[in-house]
């Protein structure tokens, strides 16, 4: 079993950056692909990012290729969101998840969440 917990979201002005962390527990995180994903108000959970077990191979939404830049730390079971360039379209809860599958897309591929963090961007 994996235990996440999510940090790091705030409010922040558009065009600014912010870095979401997710801290694992147990000794497998090793084992599992990572995911963000997020849920603005009245909307349906959306994927944001994968990293593979590597830590090379990534998989991006469109909306935020070229924005963000997840990544993962096998010897601090952490794995991060590099958000730049945010726009009020960012705002929502960020979660981040871990699956078995490589580099899925779809929130039932996940076999664990964490709770979740806001991130809140003005104009």
């Known amino acids: 079993q994996v235990q996440l917990l999510e940090s790091g979201g705030g409010l922040v002005q558009a065009g600014g950056s912010l870095r979401l962390s997710c801290a694992a527990s147990g000794r497998t995180f090793s084992s599992y692909v990572m995911g963000w994903f997020r849920q603005a108000p009245g909307k349906e959970r959306e994927f944001v990012a994968a990293?593979?077990?590597?830590?090379?191979?990534?998989r991006y939404a469109d909306s935020v290729k070229g924005r963000f830049t997840i990544s993962r730390d096998d010897a601090k079971n952490t794995v991060y969101l590099q958000m730049n360039s945010l726009n009020p379209e960012d705002t929502a809860v960020y979660y981040c998840?871990?699956?078995?599958?490589?580099?899925?897309?779809?929130?039932?591929?996940?076999?664990?969440w964490g709770q979740g963090t806001q991130v809140t961007v003005s104009s």
């Open positions: 990293v593979a077990l590597s830590g090379i191979n990534t």
């Open positions: 998840a871990a699956t078995k599958l490589n580099l899925v897309r779809l929130p039932g591929n996940y076999d664990y």
